[in-house]
């Protein structure tokens, strides 16, 4: 069966950066678009990125623009997230999920990374 | 983009009663890419519809999803105490993603 591992939770200091990873099982990794999303404390769910792991291709949402990077290593089958200058906003719980066939549309999700930001 | 706006921000309802819950788009969607989760507390998210109303492997029939444009519905004919939950909606398009700010669906 499909299943999205992540890594552990996460506290960091403001200005540092933080990389989830996303291991990925139960099918093959190149053929669907990893995408990253994000939940505050108390908020909706919010986009941020995608991969499509066969080519490395990316794609941001604009408010992240400069300030994440997703990558792949497809020898080990996980995407990773990584994002710089922390701040307290930046607080929350972090998944990746994994697109259905013929729509960008979360069928399998991670378990969720919590990163948490403080001094 | 497009911005997606949901209604009502809650919805108190008793265990058996309907559920109608809106999904308005600042401009139309292209190819009904549309979509419904539902969230609870420390879960991740679950796909319900896709397309607009095409159900996802194994959601119950009582869950239902119609709409085309800018108006979109999620409706659960008689709530069970296990769709107490935040409900979602998210567009796609080649480019990006959003989702609404969700309806909340509590006991009354």
């Known amino acids: 069966q499909v299943q999205l591992v992540q890594s552990g939770p996460e506290v960091k200091k403001p200005g540092a950066s933080v990389k989830v990873s996303c291991k990925a099982s139960g099918y093959t990794f190149t053929d669907y678009y990893i995408h990253w999303v994000r939940q505050a404390p108390g908020q909706g769910l919010e986009w941020m990125a995608w991969i499509n792991p066969s080519g490395g291709g990316t794609n941001y949402a604009q408010k992240f623009q400069g300030r994440v990077t997703v990558t792949r290593d497809t020898s080990i089958n996980t995407a990773y997230m990584e994002l710089s200058r922390l701040t307290s906003d930046d607080t929350a719980v972090y998944h990746c999920?994994?697109?259905?066939?013929?729509?960008?549309?979360?069928?399998?999700w991670g378990q969720g990374t919590l990163v948490t930001v403080s001094s | 983009e497009i911005v997606l706006a949901q209604s009502p921000g809650t919805l108190s309802l008793s265990p058996g009663e309907r559920a109608t819950l809106s999904c308005r788009a600042s401009q139309s969607v292209s190819g009904n890419y549309l979509a419904w989760y539902q969230h609870k507390p420390g879960q991740a998210p679950r796909l319900l519809f896709y397309g607009a109303s095409s159900r996802a492997t194994g959601i119950p029939d009582r869950f239902s999803a119609s709409g085309s444009g800018t108006d979109f519905t999620l409706t659960i004919g008689r709530l069970e105490t296990e769709d107490f939950a935040v409900y979602y909606c998210q567009h796609y398009d080649s480019s990006s993603v959003t989702f609404g700010p969700g309806t909340k669906v509590d006991i009354k």
């Open positions: 999920a994994r697109v259905i066939a013929g729509a960008t549309t979360y069928g399998y």
